[in-house]
């Protein structure tokens, strides 16, 4: 090969090279300005912490209005965002609103209710990584006592959850024991658009 040959071969390596390194970038800084600052989560404002961690962005809302007081702090309502824009949504349960100060209560009325509210505090960690159910590719869920009705019960709340919407992905397994003796526990993967 000639010379003139190679560096036109070196250039065009180098400047393919910026143009992607460039993309990579305005991808990574339209995932970080997407992140809110606060969401509404059951009518109230609710605060969005997000820290930076390696190329990720871990989003977390509000624990003590999500779930009340614990001695530590769960992963629940909380999402990494990688610099791609994937959003990996941490295993969230079904935990009932309320007051911040209340110890963590889980949704009353049987796994129909806890399988909605626990899609719809996925929804509020979505929200606020700047995405939202709709771009949900795969969810994976926990159940306790898999049974055929539990599982109808469950999947029954889901579908009417996303409506006429198509479903994403979806995995199904069955648990011993979930965190605060859920009945079910969801994590998720989404894109942020």
Request: net charge positive.
């Amino acid at each position: 090969m000639k010379v003139g040959a190679l560096r036109l071969v070196a250039g065009f390596a180098a400047t393919t090279s910026l143009a992607l390194a460039l993309l990579a970038w305005r991808r990574h800084s339209r995932v970080w300005n997407r992140i809110r600052r606060v969401i509404n989560l059951d009518g109230r404002t609710c605060a969005v912490r997000s820290q930076r961690s390696g190329s990720n962005v871990h989003v977390s809302l509000d624990s003590a209005l999500v779930h009340g007081q614990l001695p530590f702090q769960p992963p629940f309502c909380s999402a990494t965002v990688s610099r791609c824009g994937l959003i990996h949504v941490a295993g969230t349960i079904g935990l009932a609103g309320g007051d911040p100060g209340r110890k963590p209560e889980l949704e009353r009325g049987g796994i129909g209710p806890e399988t909605t509210r626990t899609l719809e505090l996925m929804d509020a960690a979505l929200r606020a990584a700047g995405s939202s159910t709709d771009d949900i590719t795969m969810i994976h869920i926990y159940l306790t006592d898999y049974t055929a009705e539990r599982f109808a019960a469950m999947n029954a709340a889901y579908t009417k959850f996303f409506g006429d919407r198509p479903l994403p992905a979806r995995i199904t397994s069955g648990s011993t024991h979930l965190a605060l003796g859920a009945s079910v526990e969801m994590d998720a993967v989404a894109f942020a658009p």
